[in-house]
């Protein structure tokens, strides 16, 4: 393979502007992990304390293999809502006995572990990723239920959860619930539809409806332990198939499930077991993505820190070079590469990505797509030349693709460029994003100025004059919004990535990605649809 050469200079003005602006948005997004990681505040932290049970990332902790990394998904779930940052809940990929697990976590913390529209979307969505890699799904559940004052957007698609569940199951995705409290109303039906479940005395309370509503609905008048009790439903309705003595008990008879499952990989092995590390220090990723979203970067020096041995073989290094596009390996597994050398995209780019995209397919190799573009190229010439069919072979392909695809946002990724880029509504397997990048239709001064121009055509239209001042403040305004909406926290605090990651733990992310996905079988599609050429 071809090693890399770096031309970074990390003395130069230009890389410690870079690095700055980036430490900036990195202390923004710490400040927003603080808020997930505080749940629902001291005083409540400090009362869950005080009745003997562990927070949810203690339960997670316990649960996993020492030593072990766990990648912890949407983070920042809710960030600027309305609701908690992390919405209430904690997912991520762990291993457990030597197996990687999806792990769900209510946080009973926050309004006792209530489902509200972001929990339940953040759910799902961990839901869809152990469904799509084979990953077993381990439920740590202490929960109200819906969140009553949101039910009308929770109600009808919070459902989707239990058919998941089900779903899994039928695809011999092995599901584990361990109830620490309550499981109440629709959330009774997490322990009731996984394949193993565990109860702890004194402690779980699993029913449909609590005594209070019983009483409301029948007459009848009972009590927790008799409704829906560990010792009654491990003993009575045989939906326990275990009873715990105590919380790390629980996590324990969850341990012994996983180590029973029988589990293995469906996907190959890392073609090298033992690989080396990138030649350039991966600190130096901090300087290199652009502060000014406007200036382009050599995606090629972030291979050169990502990449092992920082070797990388360029496919069609002369054409379309505005895209990069080769192979390589990362942490042992073979990967080809899309990266976005300058922002816009022409239609020989266009037209080497569908092919290297079908090569990739053939060689049942997954793909990484780098996104730092501004979108496809417009203009006169540009038409004229087929933008639009080029364009369209490069999302054909990608839509077609049957390769695992893993996405990571390094700068800008607007307009159909996020498409051809393999962005959320293209479903990659996992898609994250560097704390400096930002996604929208188009940028904020472009869209402003769109904006103007049809106001000023419409004034012109009905013979008015066009007021310079309002237009002004308009603009202002616009940009202002759209700074706001297209930024990396705002996006992942609704759930359209996977969550904001610091630039130096790129690599890592990747391969516990790379490790995950193989749990189930890498193959390439055996077509695609019709390309217009």
Request: proline share 7%.
């Given at each position: 393979?071809?090693?890399?050469q770096?031309t970074?200079?990390?003395?130069?003005?230009?890389f410690?502007?870079?690095?700055?602006a980036?430490?900036?948005?990195?202390a923004?997004?710490?400040?927003?992990?603080?808020q997930a990681?505080a749940?629902?505040?001291e005083k409540?932290?400090t009362?869950?304390?005080?009745?003997?049970?562990?927070l949810p990332?203690e339960?997670?902790?316990l649960l996993?293999?020492?030593?072990?990394?766990f990648?912890?998904?949407s983070p920042?779930?809710?960030?600027?809502?309305?609701?908690p940052?992390?919405?209430s809940?904690?997912?991520g990929i762990g291993?457990?006995e030597g197996?990687?697990?999806?792990?769900v976590?209510?946080d009973?913390?926050?309004?006792?572990?209530a489902?509200?529209?972001w929990?339940?979307?953040?759910?799902r969505?961990?839901?869809?990723?152990?469904?799509?890699?084979?990953?077993?799904?381990?439920n740590?559940?202490?929960?109200?239920?819906?969140?009553l004052p949101t039910q009308?957007?929770?109600?009808i698609?919070?459902g989707?959860?239990f058919r998941d569940l089900?779903?899994l199951?039928?695809?011999?995705i092995p599901?584990?619930s361990?109830?620490?409290g309550?499981?109440?109303a629709g959330g009774?039906?997490?322990?009731?539809?996984?394949?193993?479940t565990i109860?702890?005395?004194?402690?779980?309370q699993?029913?449909?409806a609590g005594?209070p509503?019983v009483?409301?609905?029948t007459?009848?008048?009972?009590d927790?332990e008799?409704?829906g009790g560990?010792?009654?439903?491990?003993?009575?309705?045989g939906?326990a198939?275990f009873l715990?003595?105590?919380e790390?008990d629980?996590i324990?008879?969850?341990?012994?499930?996983?180590?029973r499952?029988?589990?293995?990989k469906?996907g190959p092995?890392?073609?090298?077991?033992?690989?080396?590390?990138?030649?350039?220090?991966?600190?130096?990723?901090l300087g290199?993505?652009?502060a000014d979203?406007?200036v382009?970067f050599?995606?090629?020096e972030?291979?050169?820190?990502v990449?092992?041995?920082?070797a990388f073989d360029?496919?069609?290094?002369g054409?379309?070079t505005a895209?990069v596009?080769?192979?390589?390996?990362?942490?042992?597994?073979?990967?080809g590469?899309?990266?976005?050398?300058?922002g816009v995209l022409?239609?020989?780019e266009?037209?080497k990505?569908?092919q290297?995209?079908?090569?990739a397919?053939?060689?049942?190799?997954?793909?990484?797509?780098?996104?730092?573009?501004?979108?496809y190229?417009?203009?006169?010439?540009?038409?004229?030349?087929g933008?639009i069919k080029h364009?369209?072979?490069m999302?054909?392909a990608v839509?077609?693709s049957?390769v695992p695809h893993l996405t990571?946002?390094?700068?800008?990724?607007?307009?159909?460029?996020n498409?051809?880029m393999?962005?959320?509504a293209?479903?990659p397997r996992?898609?994250?994003?560097w704390?400096n990048?930002?996604?929208?239709?188009m940028g904020?001064a472009?869209l402003?100025?769109?904006?103007?121009?049809?106001a000023?055509?419409a004034?012109?239209?009905?013979?008015?004059?066009?007021?310079e001042d309002t237009?002004?403040?308009?603009?202002?305004?616009?940009?202002?919004q759209?700074e706001?909406?297209s930024g990396?926290?705002f996006?992942?605090?609704?759930l359209?990535d996977?969550?904001?990651?610091?630039?130096?733990?790129t690599?890592?992310?990747?391969?516990?990605c790379l490790?995950?996905?193989h749990?189930g079988p890498?193959?390439?599609a055996?077509?695609?649809?019709?390309?217009?050429?």
């Amino acid at each position: 393979m071809t090693v890399l050469q770096s031309t970074i200079d990390p003395s130069a003005p230009a890389f410690t502007a870079n690095r700055e602006a980036l430490l900036e948005r990195l202390a923004e997004l710490e400040t927003a992990l603080d808020q997930a990681r505080a749940g629902g505040g001291e005083k409540y932290v400090t009362r869950h304390h005080g009745r003997g049970k562990l927070l949810p990332r203690e339960r997670i902790e316990l649960l996993l293999d020492p030593d072990s990394p766990f990648l912890e998904l949407s983070p920042v779930a809710a960030y600027g809502t309305d609701f908690p940052v992390g919405a209430s809940t904690v997912t991520g990929i762990g291993v457990v006995e030597g197996v990687e697990c999806l792990i769900v976590a209510n946080d009973p913390t926050v309004r006792g572990g209530a489902i509200n529209p972001w929990s339940l979307a953040k759910t799902r969505r961990a839901g869809e990723i152990a469904a799509a890699n084979r990953l077993p799904m381990v439920n740590l559940v202490e929960s109200a239920g819906a969140d009553l004052p949101t039910q009308a957007e929770i109600f009808i698609p919070g459902g989707r959860v239990f058919r998941d569940l089900t779903r899994l199951s039928a695809a011999r995705i092995p599901t584990v619930s361990v109830v620490f409290g309550n499981a109440t109303a629709g959330g009774a039906y997490v322990p009731g539809m996984s394949d193993f479940t565990i109860m702890i005395r004194d402690r779980s309370q699993v029913y449909l409806a609590g005594p209070p509503l019983v009483k409301m609905a029948t007459g009848e008048v009972t009590d927790d332990e008799s409704l829906g009790g560990a010792k009654m439903h491990a003993t009575t309705s045989g939906l326990a198939d275990f009873l715990a003595e105590d919380e790390r008990d629980g996590i324990r008879l969850a341990r012994q499930c996983v180590r029973r499952l029988n589990w293995r990989k469906h996907g190959p092995p890392p073609r090298n077991p033992h690989p080396l590390p990138p030649r350039y220090d991966p600190e130096e990723l901090l300087g290199i993505a652009s502060a000014d979203l406007k200036v382009p970067f050599d995606p090629r020096e972030v291979l050169a820190r990502v990449l092992d041995d920082s070797a990388f073989d360029e496919f069609k290094p002369g054409y379309g070079t505005a895209l990069v596009t080769g192979w390589g390996e990362l942490h042992g597994w073979p990967v080809g590469v899309l990266a976005n050398a300058r922002g816009v995209l022409f239609s020989e780019e266009a037209q080497k990505a569908a092919q290297f995209i079908q090569l990739a397919n053939a060689a049942d190799t997954p793909l990484v797509f780098l996104q730092n573009t501004t979108g496809y190229m417009v203009g006169t010439e540009y038409e004229q030349r087929g933008i639009i069919k080029h364009g369209a072979l490069m999302i054909n392909a990608v839509s077609n693709s049957k390769v695992p695809h893993l996405t990571v946002n390094l700068g800008a990724s607007y307009g159909a460029g996020n498409y051809g880029m393999c962005g959320r509504a293209y479903e990659p397997r996992f898609l994250f994003t560097w704390p400096n990048a930002k996604s929208a239709v188009m940028g904020p001064a472009q869209l402003a100025g769109v904006l103007s121009i049809v106001a000023r055509q419409a004034a012109a239209a009905r013979g008015r004059e066009y007021d310079e001042d309002t237009d002004t403040a308009m603009r202002m305004m616009v940009e202002q919004q759209i700074e706001s909406q297209s930024g990396a926290l705002f996006l992942s605090g609704r759930l359209y990535d996977d969550g904001v990651i610091d630039p130096r733990d790129t690599r890592t992310v990747l391969g516990l990605c790379l490790s995950a996905i193989h749990n189930g079988p890498v193959k390439g599609a055996d077509g695609f649809g019709v390309f217009r050429m």
